[in-house]
């Protein structure tokens, strides 16, 4: 007899974590599973990519898409949203509307995804963002629940306790990744377990055939960053680490950003204000940016924080070296076998990725071991592991 799994997370926009969730959606065996996929905002950019076989429910807030009835509280919910404004008081009287009201809204929205899926019982619920914790809990029907962890920083704002009560096991996506989160939470250390993140081969070699809508420049040493701009995937340092080289002579090379987000005005802002435009260029969010990654000569990942980066497995699997920072890659990464690992600072990335770019024997080194992985096998583990808790 078939279980019934349901998957809740926030959105389908482009992104590491909903990659990782659409790369395991494809890997999942549906003659053992009914699967259901929820999401609670209509951002659908990746769901083209979801089986069809797996069902997928969108609880808007805003739009009636799924459910029969529509959310009557949309506008306290939007109340409650971070202020664009920068006014001193602006942003109190939003945390007093928080203090006041979040709590509030949060509970009327879990109850309304109870009553819409109130006829559907699952054996296991995969809470899969950690944003989305109370509305899986308190709304979905599930004999067992297990919570994924995909964050490198240890912040309360990435900790829930609905999540971390309710669930079975917490998944982290690296080992490294769940000593930090048995450390931070030791209350449900027993719980916390490692399993990596599946990464989908064979659509990554196939859609990195693909036309980009740029041509990288030949005569020139093309780097590829990819990821979305904010504050912990660290693309302010590869800015500041464009600088330095351009400062050291080094002029010969083109730095393509791959991905947006809350930060890509001040991105932008800072490669004007550095003088770098020449060297590095914004080209927005990409829904594939395979093309890219393959084309070029060097994957930088300058993340403050990570979890298991699905940038760098996808930069091993079409056979692209990689510099990245230990806060992105440590676990990922062998230095100076396959691929070099630096400091989180600009200076330290700036040096890694002069080492390849001087270092002949070590580029064809790390070039090389890049092809020699075994991912399929890697995938098999990984879903023997996740059959085990399911």
Not at 102 to 108: D, M, S, V
Not at 175 to 184: E, R, V
Not at 243 to 252: A, C, E, M, P, Q
Request: proline fraction near 3%; aromatic fraction near 10%.
């Amino acid at each position: 007899m078939k279980k019934n799994i349901i998957f809740i997370s926030t959105a389908l926009w482009i992104g590491g974590i909903e990659s990782a969730l659409v790369n395991l959606l494809n890997r999942i065996d549906y003659n053992k599973y009914n699967v259901t996929c929820l999401i609670t905002y209509n951002y659908t950019d990746m769901a083209h990519r979801i089986p069809k076989e797996c069902n997928l429910i969108v609880a808007d807030r805003d739009k009636l898409i799924s459910f029969k009835e529509p959310y009557k509280y949309s506008r306290l919910f939007h109340l409650l949203e971070k202020p664009q404004s920068n006014s001193s008081l602006r942003l109190l009287i939003w945390k007093v509307l928080c203090f006041l009201f979040k709590g509030i809204e949060a509970h009327l929205y879990a109850g309304y995804v109870k009553k819409q899926m109130a006829e559907t019982e699952f054996d296991t619920a995969i809470i899969y963002s950690d944003a989305v914790c109370e509305t899986a809990v308190k709304g979905i029907n599930a004999d067992k629940y297990i919570m994924y962890y995909h964050h490198g920083a240890m912040r309360k704002i990435y900790h829930d306790k609905y999540g971390y009560k309710k669930s079975e096991k917490i998944v982290a996506v690296s080992q490294s990744q769940a000593d930090a989160l048995k450390a931070f939470r030791p209350k449900y250390k027993n719980k916390i377990i490692a399993i990596n993140n599946i990464i989908d081969v064979d659509d990554i070699k196939r859609r990195s055939k693909e036309k980009a809508d740029i041509e990288f420049t030949k005569d020139k040493f093309n780097i590829v960053s990819c990821g979305r701009l904010s504050p912990e995937k660290g693309m302010d340092l590869a800015v500041e680490a464009c600088k330095i080289l351009i400062d050291k002579g080094y002029t010969d090379f083109k730095w393509w950003v791959v991905g947006g987000g809350p930060v890509e005005k001040e991105i932008a802002s800072q490669i004007k204000k550095l003088g770098v435009g020449n060297h590095i260029e914004l080209l927005g969010m990409k829904s594939n940016p395979y093309p890219y990654i393959a084309k070029s000569d060097l994957l930088v990942q300058p993340s403050r924080f990570e979890g298991h980066s699905v940038a760098i497995m996808e930069a091993k699997i079409l056979e692209t070296p990689i510099v990245a920072t230990k806060a992105a890659a440590k676990e990922q990464i062998q230095h100076r076998v396959n691929g070099v690992l630096c400091d989180t600072d600009a200076d330290s990335i700036a040096q890694a990725i002069e080492k390849v770019l001087t270092n002949k024997e070590l580029f064809k080194r790390i070039t090389d071991a890049v092809s020699k992985e075994d991912f399929q096998k890697q995938n098999d583990e990984i879903l023997d592991n996740l059959y085990k808790i399911f």
